[in-house]
C-alpha cells in the first residue's frame, strides 16, 4: 500500500491503520509544506487579469508560455509602486508562496514588483506621460505667454536649497522692484508631490501674482520624481497664470517641464527668463526715445530755416507789426463775438425758462397733486356736511319721538288708565250700553291684562 506523504512510514510487518483527514487540515498541511519549502522567490511572468479592487488590493495572474500562477499584492505593498501594473506587462515579482485556504489555490504573495528589463520609475514616467499627452496637456496651443512686467513672482521651492538663493540673486540683479512670494515646501522624498501641488495651487489664487516658477536644482531620477507625479502636473495644468518649470539641470527633462507653459533649463535660467521682458521693454523706449529726439530736432531744424528763409524775402519786411494790427482787429472781433453770444444765450436762456415752467404746470405729477388737493378738501367738506345733516335728522327724530310717545296709548295707560276690550277682543267697549251684565271684558293695563264680569253697569243719562 502506498503512503500518503504527510504520513509517517508503518512499522515492518504492521498492517497501517487508516487516517482520514479534513479537506481543511489537507489544505492547510499543503501551505505549511510549500511555505516552509519555498520562503521568498522570485518569479518572472507576464502579468494578466490585473485588477485594483477599493480596498487598495492588487489581484492579478503572472504566466508565461506553459503556467499560470495566481498572485496578490496587498495595499501596504502596493502604495509604494512607482508604477501601474497592466495586462501585458513583463514583471519580476518577489514575495512568498502560499496557498489561499477558501478556493484550494496555490498563489505567490508579492511584496516587490519591478518591470523586466528597465526602471520602475522609468515606466512610471513613461505611463504618466502618454497619458497626460492623450488628453492634450503637452499641446502647444495651451501654453501661455509670459507677462512682460510681473508684478508679484511666485516661486515653489525648498527655501534652504540653492534654487531659490539663485532665483533672488538674478532677481535682484535684473529686476530690483519685483515682489517675490515664496511658497516653501519639500522638493523629494514621500509626499512631496503633494506639497508642490498645493503650493502651486496656493500661489495661483493669492491677488497680484502674474506668474509662477516651480522648481529645485539637480539631482538623480529618484531626486527629481516629485516633479514627475501626477498631481503637480494637473495643478500646473489648472493655474490660471502662466507657470516656469526649472528643475535640474539642462539634461533633466520632467513631468512638469512639459505640462508648463514655459520650461527653464535651470533655477537661474527661469528667473533670466521670467524678467526677460523688463529688460527688452527699457531697450525699446530707450531706443524710441533716442528715434524721437533725433525727429524733434530735425524738425526744429526744417522750421528755423523756412522762418529764416521767409524773414529774407521783401515782400515779408515788417510783417511783426502787421501781425500785430491784425492781432488786435481779431482781439476786437472775438469781444464782439463773445458779446453776441452772451446776448443770444441769455434770450435762450429765458426761453428755455419759460418753457421749464410752462411744462412744469402741464406736468402731470403736478396736476394730479392740484387734484389730489382739491380731492382731500372736497373731502373734508363732506364730511362736514355730513355731519351737521346727520345731527340735523337726530334732533328732528327726537323731537318726533317725543310727539310720538305723547300721542301714543301706551303712554296713557303709564299715567293710569285702562282700555276695555270685550272678551273676544275684537273691540274696545267705548260705551256701557254696547255691554250687558254677566258680559267677560278683558282690561288692558300699562302692565299687563285683567279678565272681569260685567256685575253693573250705569248708562250715562241723556
Known sequence: MTSLPFDAPPPPGRRPARRIVTVTELTNRIRVLLESTHGQVWVEGEIANCRLWKTGHLYFTLRDENAQLRAVMFRSAARYLRFAPEDGLRVVARGRVTV????????IVCEHLQPQGRGALQLAFDQLKRRLDTEGLFAPDRKRPLPVLPRQIGIVTSSDGAAVRDILQVLGRRHRTAHVVLCPVRVQGEGAADEIARGVRRLARQDGVDVIIVGRGGGSLEDL?????????????????????????????????????????????????????????????????????????????????????????????????????RGRHVAGLTHAIARLARAGLGTRERRLRGAQLRLEACEPGRRLEAARTRLVAAGGRLDTALVRRRERAQGRLTELSGRLDALSPLGVLGRGYAICWQGDRRAIVRDAATVSVGDDLVIGLDRGRLGCIVTGKDEPHE
Not at 489561499?100 to 498563489?107: A, I, L, N, V
Not at 531697450?283 to 533716442?290: N, Q, S, T, V
Not at 523756412?306 to 501781425?323: C, F, I, K, N, S
Open 100 to 107: 489561499y485556504e477558501p478556493k484550494g489555490e496555490y498563489q
Open 225 to 325: 520624481w516629485a516633479f514627475n507625479e501626477e498631481p503637480v502636473a494637473r495643478a500646473i495644468a489648472a493655474a490660471p497664470v502662466p507657470v516656469i518649470s526649472a528643475v535640474g539641470h539642462e539634461i533633466d527633462v520632467t513631468i512638469s517641464d512639459m505640462v508648463a507653459d514655459v520650461r527653464a533649463a535651470t533655477p537661474s535660467a527661469a528667473a533670466e527668463i521670467v524678467v526677460a521682458g523688463r529688460g527688452e521693454l527699457i531697450a525699446r523706449i530707450d531706443r524710441l526715445a533716442a528715434r524721437l529726439r533725433t525727429a524733434l530736432q530735425d524738425a526744429a531744424g526744417r522750421r528755423r530755416a523756412r522762418l529764416l528763409d521767409l524773414v529774407r524775402r521783401p515782400g515779408l519786411t515788417g510783417w511783426p507789426a502787421r501781425l500785430a494790427m
